[in-house]
């Protein structure tokens, strides 16, 4: 049996690792990979500390080979106590303006999330941390209800699922995402959703009275058709078959319904894109988008150490491909670009896209949601009106 010792690293605070391209991360004595077992079923490689820490933590063998193994990373639920739930965003290049995540962190465990910086600011890790230590926010369809209703709302599509998952697994016990549209449904008030689970389908008896007044649509990811590597990438999400599946009871309930191929990674699963599509389509969805990957902050030391582990021979190529959209860097931030990439291989995957749309009879028309049906929450106690 081996033991874990755990050795204190000193570092200052930052913002983001400044590492040149191809570089080793600026603090290599964090990122240590976790025993196979104890992070079976996950996605990221290792738990390096989050950058706002003072102190890093690193778990190692010592060497004396006395103690018990150190025991698997299990999921553990905290509630979020945040007094608002809409959160708000300016960014010139997203089609929403608001927007609700009913969990912080994400069992589906993908590997390349850009979601999974967000955990640093809670202290913890976006590596095993992100998928294991989840935080709920059980009041949010009453919150909802409240921002809802307050003077001055005024509304617009919401979008949910555009950083976590509000259908991972833990949303079968917590039922928030259930909540949150029944008070929806009862506003009138148009939503989008993402997501890449089936769970989606529990709800269908809401979507689809809310597809009747043009108040939703629903997006799922669809990354591969390749089971292995959607296991091995995004370990506890919905299988491609199930998310296929999805995508055609949604379909046939009268739910808006598009194909995310995202995120699209060079090398690795691009060549799939046509096929991504035509299986969509004639699972019914109408509409698609793609997405090129993002590697910003932690996610890119994180995406390499998956990369070496589980593609090692693909690795150089992978990144060269990368930079190559990138402007030289493994990530460009800028508005307008980040979503796509520059650059020849960008353009050409873009094309790609476009002509396999084309063909299918994708984008032919798009769903709009209106905001006609809206009628603000009674707040408790407030007078109703005689007219």
């Not at 193994?69 to 290049?93: G, H, M, Q």
């Amino acid at each position: 049996m081996s033991r874990a010792s755990s050795h204190a690293l000193k570092h200052p605070p930052v913002t983001a690792p400044s590492t040149p391209a191809g570089a080793p991360s600026a603090f290599p004595e964090l990122a240590v990979a976790i025993e196979r077992e104890r992070r079976r079923g996950r996605g990221a490689q290792s738990n390096s500390s989050g950058r706002y820490e003072a102190e890093a933590r690193v778990s190692f063998d010592d060497g004396w080979q006395s103690l018990e193994e150190l025991p698997p990373f299990k999921t553990t639920v905290s509630l979020d106590t945040s007094r608002k739930v809409i959160a708000r965003n300016d960014s010139p290049d997203i089609g929403f303006d608001r927007s609700i995540n009913p969990y912080r962190g994400c069992e589906h465990g993908c590997v390349y999330c850009f979601a999974r910086p967000t955990h640093a600011y809670l202290g913890l890790s976006p590596g095993l941390d992100f998928e294991s230590k989840l935080l709920a926010k059980p009041d949010a369809p009453a919150l909802l209800e409240k921002e809802l209703a307050a003077a001055g709302y005024e509304p617009r599509m919401i979008a949910i699922g555009t950083n976590t998952d509000p259908y991972q697994p833990i949303e079968r016990e917590y039922k928030i995402m259930r909540g949150i549209l029944e008070v929806l449904e009862r506003a009138g008030h148009p939503v989008g959703i993402v997501t890449k689970s089936a769970l989606v389908t529990r709800d269908i008896d809401i979507l689809q009275r809310m597809a009747k007044r043009n108040l939703v649509k629903v997006a799922l990811s669809v990354t591969t058709l390749d089971a292995k590597l959607a296991r091995t990438m995004e370990p506890r999400a919905s299988t491609p078959p199930k998310r296929l599946e999805t995508i055609k009871r949604l379909a046939d309930a009268g739910i808006p319904t598009t194909v995310m191929v995202a995120p699209v990674i060079p090398a690795l699963n691009d060549s799939e894109i046509e096929r991504i599509l035509d299986a969509a389509a004639h699972a019914g969805a109408k509409e698609a988008s793609y997405v090129l990957l993002r590697l910003p902050l932690e996610v890119r030391d994180l995406f390499r150490e998956w990369l070496l582990a589980n593609y090692p021979d693909r690795y150089r190529h992978v990144f060269t491909l990368i930079r190559d959209m990138r402007g030289g860097r493994d990530y460009d931030s800028q508005w307008g670009t980040r979503m796509k990439g520059t650059g020849p291989m960008a353009w050409m995957i873009g094309r790609r896209f476009e002509i396999a749309c084309e063909k299918l009879g994708l984008n032919k028309r798009r769903s709009k949601l209106t905001t006609d049906h809206f009628v603000k929450p009674k707040q408790s106690g407030e007078q109703l009106s005689l007219f």
